[in-house]
C-alpha cells in the first residue's frame, strides 16, 4: 500500500486524542478496574503503534476505520501484558538440579507453607515469647544448626555457631572483613575463582578490606608454602571450593586437618568457602570428594561458609558455621545488619533443617532429584513416549547424564535417561524455542543436535505438561 506524505497528516489528524480514547465506554469500565494510570498509558501505547503505522504508510484511511473499532480492544490486551507477572513458574528440562539460572533449588512444601504463614502475618522474628522482650533473628535457625553440628569435635566439645546472611558471596564477605580487615589472607593460586555472576575471590577480598596472599602455583600447593608466608601481618588461612572445576593430574594441596593444624600452630583461624555445604551423605547417590560441612568442622576448620540454596535445598541464604567465639565477633559487625537475611528465609531456612533433622530427605526437592533412580526416570520417559504420536517427530529414549549443578561436584554425573527429540521439519533451536513458549514454559537442553529432555528435575506432576508440549511441536 502506498500511502502519499500529505494524506499521512489528514490520517494523523482523524486520530481521537488520549482523552478521547479514554472517554470509549470499553475503556472507562477498564480503567475503572485495572486503574486509569495504567489504562492511560495502555491507550498511549496503542495509539503510538497507530501512527507509527501511519507514518510507515501501511495504514490508508479503511486501515484506520479498523484500527479505532479495535482500539478498546487493543488497549485490553496491552493491559494484560503491561500487568502480568514477570516471574514465571518453568519446567526444568534440563537435568540440571541446582540450575542457577532457574533458581536453583526448589524449596520443600512444607517450607513453602510456613513462609506463606509467616509472610501473611506478624511472626516472633525479633521478639522473645517467653520475656516479651526483643530476640535475635538468627536464634531461630542457630538451634536447628546446633542441632545438625555440634559434635565432639577432636575428643572436646566445641560448640558450633550459625548465622545467617543474604548469600554465600556476602557471608564471605562478612567472614573476610570480620576476621582480616586490613590484614593477609593466605589462599592457594589454586583457589582463586570465579563463580558464575561475577563472584571472584581477589575481588571479594578487595571489598572486604583483607589483603589477598597468594602461595603455591596453580596446580601445586604445599603444606610448606603457607608456612614460609605467614608473618606477623597474617590473620587467617582461607580454603576455597573449586566448585566449578577441577584440577586433575600433576596437583596437589594440603589436606584440610594438616592446613586446620598449621592454623593451630600460629594461631590462625581457617575458613573454608564451602560454596555448597551438604546436610547429606552424596556418596549414597554416587557422588565422592564433595565435602560436607559437618566434615569440614571436624576437620579442624574454624569457620565454613556455604549457599542456601544449592546443595542444602533450601532458600538463597548464607550461612557462616563454626567456632562461637568468631561467629560471635562477625555478628556484631555492622555489615551483618546490612547483609541479613530476611523473615521470610528464616521461614523457608527452619523448615528445610527440619526436614534434615528428621532425616526426611523425600522432602527437598533437590535431594530427591539427586536420589531418584535411572530406572524410574526411564519409566516416566517410557510413558510419556508411549503416549506420543507425531509424524514429522520422533521420540527416543536414550543414556544420558544429569548435573548437580550450582558448583557442587563439577564432574559428578548422575546416569539418566533422556527424551531425544528429532524432527525432519525444525532444527532443535526452533524446537526448544517452542517449548519455551508453552505455558507454562519448559526449558530443555541441546546436546550434539539433538533436542533433550531430563525428567529428573522435572516434578513427576508436571509429566502430563511435558507431553501435552510436545504433542503441540
Ligand atoms: C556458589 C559459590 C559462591 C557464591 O554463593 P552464592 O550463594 O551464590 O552467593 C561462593 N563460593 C563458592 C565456592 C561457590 O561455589
Redesign the pocket.
Known amino acids: 500500500m502506498d500511502v502519499k506524505v500529505e494524506n499521512k497528516a489528514d490520517l494523523l489528524r482523524k486520530l481521537p486524542s488520549v482523552n478521547e480514547l479514554l472517554l470509549h465506554p470499553d475503556v472507562r469500565a477498564l480503567a475503572a478496574e485495572e486503574g486509569p494510570a495504567s489504562v492511560t498509558d495502555a491507550v498511549r501505547k496503542v495509539l503510538a503503534r497507530v501512527r507509527e503505522e501511519i507514518a510507515g504508510g501501511h495504514l490508508d484511511a479503511a486501515g484506520i476505520e479498523v484500527a479505532l473499532q479495535n482500539a478498546p480492544t487493543a488497549v485490553q490486551r496491552q493491559l494484560r501484558q503491561d500487568l502480568s507477572l514477570s516471574l514465571k513458574s518453568v519446567i526444568n528440562g534440563t537435568g540440571v538440579i541446582l540450575h542457577?539460572n532457574l533458581g536453583?533449588a526448589p524449596v520443600a512444601a512444607a517450607a513453602v507453607a510456613h513462609v506463606q504463614q509467616i509472610a501473611a502475618g506478624y511472626s516472633n522474628l525479633e521478639f522473645d515469647l517467653a520475656t516479651g522482650e526483643r530476640g535475635k533473628r538468627d536464634i531461630h535457625v542457630d538451634r536447628l544448626f546446633r542441632k545438625l553440628l555440634d559434635e565432639d569435635w577432636n575428643g572436646a566439645k566445641q560448640s558450633v555457631s550459625t548465622i545467617v546472611v543474604?548469600?554465600?558471596?556476602?557471608?564471605?564477605l562478612l567472614a573476610l572483613n570480620t576476621l582480616a580487615e586490613g590484614s593477609e589472607v593466605i589462599v592457594s593460586r589454586g583457589e582463586l575463582?570465579e563463580?558464575?555472576?561475577s563472584?571472584r575471590?581477589p575481588e571479594v577480598m578487595v571489598k572486604s578490606g583483607a589483603i589477598l596472599r597468594e602461595v603455591g602455583t596453580t596446580n601445586r600447593t604445599r603444606l610448606s608454602d603457607y608456612e614460609n608466608a605467614i608473618s606477623e601481618k597474617t590473620r587467617l588461612l582461607l580454603r576455597?571450593?573449586?566448585?566449578?572445576f577441577e584440577i586433575t593430574g600433576f596437583a596437589q594441596r594440603p589436606a584440610l586437618p594438616e592446613l586446620a593444624e598449621l592454623g593451630g600452630k600460629h594461631n590462625l583461624p581457617l575458613l573454608e568457602?564451602?560454596?555448597?555445604g551438604a546436610f547429606f551423605d552424596l556418596q549414597s547417590v554416587g557422588v565422592s570428594n564433595e565435602p560436607g560441612v559437618f566434615e569440614s568442622l571436624r576437620s579442624g576448620v574454624s569457620v565454613v561458609?556455604?549457599?542456601?540454596?544449592?546443595l542444602l535445598g533450601g532458600p538463597?541464604?548464607?550461612m557462616i558455621s563454626g567456632n562461637s567465639a568468631l561467629v560471635s565477633r562477625m555478628r556484631s559487625n555492622s555489615l551483618f545488619r546490612a547483609l541479613r537475611a530476611d523473615k521470610l528465609t528464616y521461614a523457608a531456612l527452619e523448615a528445610t533443617l527440619l526436614a534434615y533433622i528428621k532425616r526426611d530427605y523425600e522432602a527437598i526437592p533437590a535431594l530427591r532429584m539427586m536420589r531418584l533412580s535411572k530406572p524410574e526416570i526411564a519409566a516416566r520417559a517410557q510413558a510419556i513416549a508411549h503416549d506420543f504420536q507425531s509424524p514429522h517427530i520422533s521420540l527416543e529414549i536414550i543414556d544420558g547424564a544429569s548435573v548437580i549443578g550450582?558448583?557442587?561436584a563439577p564432574s559428578a554425573v548422575l546416569p539418566t535417561s533422556l527424551l531425544a527429540i528429532s524432527s525432519s521439519k525444525s532444527n532443535p533451536d526452533q524446537m526448544a524455542s517452542r517449548l519455551r513458549q508453552f505455558d507454562p514454559p519448559i526449558v530443555a537442553r541441546i546436546e550434539d543436535g539433538l533436542l533433550l529432555i531430563d525428567l529428573r528435575t522435572v516434578f513427576p506432576e508436571q509429566d502430563q505438561l511435558v507431553n501435552a508440549a510436545l504433542n503441540t511441536l
Do not use: C, E, M, P
Request: net charge positive; hydrophobic share 35%.
Open positions: 542457577t536453583r543474604n548469600n554465600n558471596a556476602a557471608a564471605v575463582v563463580i558464575g555472576g563472584f575471590i576455597v571450593h573449586r566448585s566449578n568457602d564451602l560454596g555448597s561458609t556455604y549457599s542456601g540454596d544449592k538463597q541464604a548464607g550450582g558448583g557442587a
